[in-house]
């Protein structure tokens, strides 16, 4: 009876250390099949242009940074400095306040719009032979970035500047016409293009 109960407690204390044994491997692998990449952090410092075009533009630059799920835009206009006020010394309260991978000023001039005109002959439903036309308004948008890395940038620089454009057609009876819209919609394009930029720049 001793013999056979001296069997059962080695045999227990071999399972005991294969099952402790397997535990950090298993671990260490739901780790890695969990990781998730890397998000870098931007704070926005300074927006210079027109109210309601400037707000479009950084609503929908937050929204296309968020959806390339490597980077996450933070507004911080609120407080106060610009983007002159990042880098080196002087910085160096405003980046422990707020701390962030790279550092966004943009400027968004007036959106130029440019309309043309399309005549073509028609007929109504009395058989009247008329002459019409439809206006075309395209709007294009240029918009200046500059971003100012926490450390230096793929490129070695600390600092990066670019541009990008953004242009949209609308025609007179569309859902959305006018200048207004133009402009909107070539301000999302730019905040596109502008998005694919910026998550780009801030990889290391």
Do not use: N
Request: hydrophobic share 40%; aromatic share 8%.
């Amino acid at each position: 009876m001793r013999r056979f109960c001296v069997v059962l407690v080695a045999l227990f204390a071999s399972v005991f250390t294969f099952s402790c044994g397997s535990t950090a491997p298993l671990a260490e692998a739901s780790k890695t099949a969990g990781a998730v990449p890397s998000v870098y952090h931007i704070v926005l410092v300074e927006a210079t242009g027109a109210g309601p075009e400037t707000e479009s533009f950084i609503a929908r630059l937050t929204s296309d940074l968020s959806d390339t799920g490597t980077a996450v835009l933070v507004d911080g206009r609120l407080s106060g400095a610009t983007i002159g006020d990042v880098p080196g010394e002087r910085g160096k309260a405003f980046k422990k306040a707020w701390p962030a991978d790279a550092y966004l000023g943009v400027s968004i001039p007036a959106c130029d719009a440019k309309t043309s005109w399309t005549r073509y002959s028609d007929t109504t439903p009395e058989g009247y032979r008329v002459e019409r036309q439809i206006s075309s308004v395209t709007s294009s948008c240029k918009i200046e970035i500059k971003l100012v890395h926490d450390k230096a940038g793929r490129s070695g620089d600390p600092e990066e500047r670019f541009s990008v454009s953004g242009q949209a057609v609308y025609r007179e009876g569309d859902s959305e016409s006018g200048v207004a819209a133009g402009d909107e919609q070539a301000l999302f394009d730019a905040a596109k293009k502008a998005a694919k930029k910026i998550a780009s720049a801030v990889k290391r």
